[in-house]
């Protein structure tokens, strides 16, 4: 079975300051592995993924995130934060074969302050 | 519609009550998913559709809760006898195929069961 942790509840940063919201997984075979956003009052937005190649994935809104195969981790990160980047963030993953069904993390709220 | 749909928004029923949630995923997308996102959860994945191929049920918590996809269009998720602790957010999400690495999300249906 599969399994997500984002061990941040909550994560306070600055604007203008360099952001990054944590994600390890646990997956049998080759993962493949998204972050997804969600706004308040809508739906969860697709930002990026990481399924073969390059372990350094560029998405939206300047969002990059770094596969890291031997730590099991997909962090996201963002050079300059945004207040409008405040909200909550989930961190997905799939295997390669098998179920095809996303296993999301409990997700992590992004506070940018001005 | 240009995105997926949902319906209704919001529902308030009493406990011990049926109910019926409506998705319409984009159009041509063969891929339906339900999850549910309790509060203060992550995404719970519930089932998912792929064209005219057996669901994959493995996510419902009981045998209370059931769903169809007619036509291989509209899908409705039905709980019966409603229980307090079905109350969630139920979000749908298609993609074009189920290895589609991009699943598009409604904007949810938020139960409450009193």
């Known amino acids: 079975a599969q399994s997500v942790a984002q061990p941040e509840d909550q994560v306070n940063v600055a604007e203008g300051n360099p952001l990054t919201v944590k994600c390890t997984y646990s997956v049998s075979g080759n993962p493949y592995l998204f972050w997804y956003v969600q706004y308040p009052n809508r739906g969860l937005q697709f930002l990026l993924k990481?399924?073969?190649?390059?372990?350094l994935v560029k998405g939206s809104y300047g969002f990059e995130a770094e596969f890291n195969k031997s730590q099991t981790s997909f962090h996201l990160k963002k050079p300059s934060a945004l207040v409008s980047d405040s909200a909550l963030y989930f961190c997905?993953?799939?295997?390669?074969?098998?179920?095809?069904?996303?296993?999301f993390g409990s997700g992590t709220r992004l506070q940018v302050q001005p | 519609g240009a995105g997926v749909s949902q319906s209704p928004s919001n529902k308030v029923t009493e406990k011990g009550k049926d109910v019926e949630l409506r998705c319409d995923p984009i159009s041509g997308h063969t891929a339906l998913y339900w999850y549910r996102q309790s509060l203060g959860q992550g995404l719970e994945f519930l089932i998912y559709f792929q064209g005219n191929s057996a669901p994959d049920k493995s996510g419902l918590p009981s045998d209370r809760f059931s769903a169809e996809r007619t036509g291989g269009s509209v899908s409705t998720l039905t709980i019966q006898r409603t229980q307090q602790e079905d109350s969630a957010v139920y979000l749908c999400?298609?993609?074009?195929?189920?290895?589609?690495?991009?699943?598009?999300f409604g904007q949810g249906t938020r139960l409450t069961v009193v």
């Open positions: 997905a993953v799939r295997p390669d074969t098998g179920r095809r069904a996303l296993t």
């Open positions: 990481y399924i073969t190649g390059d372990n």
């Open positions: 999400a298609s993609s074009p195929y189920l290895d589609s690495f991009e699943a598009f």
